[in-house]
């Protein structure tokens, strides 16, 4: 098993808008990343562990979907 962290990650995204102006905004997101490393973690399926519950999770362009259970104070885990 790997240890894997929860942070936010903040994006700057540009909108048009009408005369050829932009529009700029912040775009957030809970990211998956290895305790380790730092590095994300992969897109793909994953089963995350927590204590003795075990849950399915996908990243998918760096975003994290299933992982809203999670506590971020205690150590997270990716099963094989």
């Given amino acids: 098993m790997t240890e894997v962290k ?9 909108d048009p808008i009408p005369m050829g102006a932009q529009h700029n ?13 730092s ?3 992969p897109d793909g399926i994953y089963t995350l562990k ?5 849950e399915m999770c ?10 809203e259970w999670v506590e971020q104070d205690q150590p997270i885990f990716l099963c094989c």
């Fill in 6 to 14: 929860i942070r936010e990650k903040i994006e700057n995204v540009i």
């Fill in 25 to 37: 905004r912040q775009y957030r997101y809970p990211q998956l990343y290895f305790a380790e490393s």
């Fill in 58 to 67: 996908s990243v998918t362009a760096g975003k994290v979907r299933g992982a």
């Fill in 39 to 41: 590095g994300a973690v």
């Fill in 50 to 54: 927590q204590g003795t519950r075990e």
